[in-house]
């Protein structure tokens, strides 16, 4: 993965990590391989960890053990209602600032503007 | 599940021993450190499964990486502070015994301090350090052995680059720098304080390892065998050769 795709991951992990847990329940390496499933390779695997323990200490996450067939009990994770809270928040932000990007690298909302202005500065110079 | 080969399985060990160690350092309560540690080797251990390797998980720089999880943990100065004590306790009862070795050999009533002493511990916790954080280098040296050869390596090279700083700047290092001096009831005094201190710590580390093994109490028995003392016994077998080995050097010293 290149650099620009890391670091817009990074920016957006704990928002990808929520709404991993929100569709169901699971571990940190179930989190990986979804995300990795998606199109999302991290380059540390390990940097969920950091992310998971700030979503917990926020109240968005909650952690409980459950027993394993190949060995020790494994953590998981599952979305508390403030989590589902946050998501939404984070979804709505995040589909406005896509907008917003998609927009200027298209041009779209530029050329109306540009155009708009243009059109002022002519009707004055007349 | 498949099993590991040995050197894969002791690189996993040593990366997560490492990270604990420092977490244990930065004062992170021990229910959470044994979440993280269950956490982190059990995605090592899957993560090799994969085919993976451990840099893929704990990235380029480990010690960032554990300090990176350490940090968002919040960590309570006070609750990495046992290690602390631990080093208080050590050097009161090198200090105590070795005293009243002296006073029983040279039959003398007065106790001399030199600088050996915190030369002794500067140079034993450099090595300690050394020893433990030695598996962050895991996922680049293989072989135990050879991370352990490096990490010697570093710390006689940083032994001998003190002694040669210290020559070159004519400072003359002398071990035999008395520091302090103090008479046999003040030895006495300070037997009875490292005593106390040893038990106040002894059961601090035994709560700690009883809480982490999910026990109530470190009485407590199953099967009338006490359970998960494995820690607290390595703790009290290490520290009894470590304040051995020192009382040896001066007791040999005297008769020389």
């Known amino acids: ?67 394993s067939n190949d060995g020790p009990k494994r953590k998981y994770y599952r979305l508390l209602p403030n989590g589902a809270k946050q998501l939404a928040q984070w979804q709505a932000e995040w589909e406005k600032f896509a907008h917003s990007v998609e927009q200027v690298l298209k041009g779209d909302g530029l050329d109306e503007a540009v155009r708009s202005t243009n059109t002022t500065t002519d009707l004055r110079s007349r | 599940m498949k099993l590991l080969d040995q050197q894969t399985q002791q690189q996993i060990s040593d990366l997560v021993n490492a990270c604990v160690s420092y977490w244990d350092l930065r004062g992170i309560p021990p229910h959470r450190i044994i979440e993280m540690r269950l956490e982190l080797e059990q995605h090592l251990q899957q993560a090799i499964y994969d085919g993976k390797s451990l840099e893929a998980v704990v990235g380029a720089n480990p010690p960032a990486f554990a300090e990176e999880w350490a ?59 050394l020893a433990r954080w030695a598996g962050f280098l895991s996922p680049r040296i293989k072989t135990r052995e050879k991370r352990q050869v490096l990490a010697f ?56 390892e009883m809480l982490l093994a999910g026990s109530k109490s470190f009485f407590c028995k199953e099967n009338n065998r006490p359970v998960g003392r494995a820690q607290t016994v390595q703790y009290i077998k290490t520290f009894t050769l470590l304040v051995a080995i020192f009382d040896f050097v001066v007791l040999l010293a005297q008769l020389l």
Request: charged share 15%.
């Open chain 2, 71 to 129: 940090r968002e943990m919040h960590p309570s100065f006070f609750t990495g502070k046992l290690v602390l004590l631990q080093a208080l306790v050590f050097v009161l009862s090198t200090v105590s015994s070795t005293a009243l070795i002296e006073h029983l050999l040279s039959h003398s009533p007065l106790f001399k301090l030199t600088f050996l002493y915190p030369w002794y511990f500067i140079m034993l916790g450099f090595f300690s350090l």
């Open chain 2, 153 to 208: 390596a570093v710390y006689a090279f940083a032994v001998i680059l003190f002694l040669l700083i210290d020559r070159l700047l004519g400072m003359k290092l002398r071990f035999d720098l008395v520091l302090l001096s103090w008479s046999w009831p003040i030895t006495a005094l300070l037997l009875v304080g490292s005593i106390a201190f040893f038990y106040l710590n002894l059961w601090l580390v035994s709560d700690k």
């Open chain 1, 1 to 67: 993965m290149d650099t620009r795709s890391t670091q817009l991951l990074k920016g957006t992990l704990d928002m990808c990590l929520l709404a991993t847990i929100a569709r169901r329940p699971c571990y940190g390496y179930e989190m990986v391989q979804q995300l990795a499933q998606q199109g999302l390779d991290l380059v540390s695997e390990g940097s969920i960890y950091p992310l998971l323990s700030r979503l917990q200490q926020n109240g968005y996450i909650e952690s409980y053990l459950v027993p």
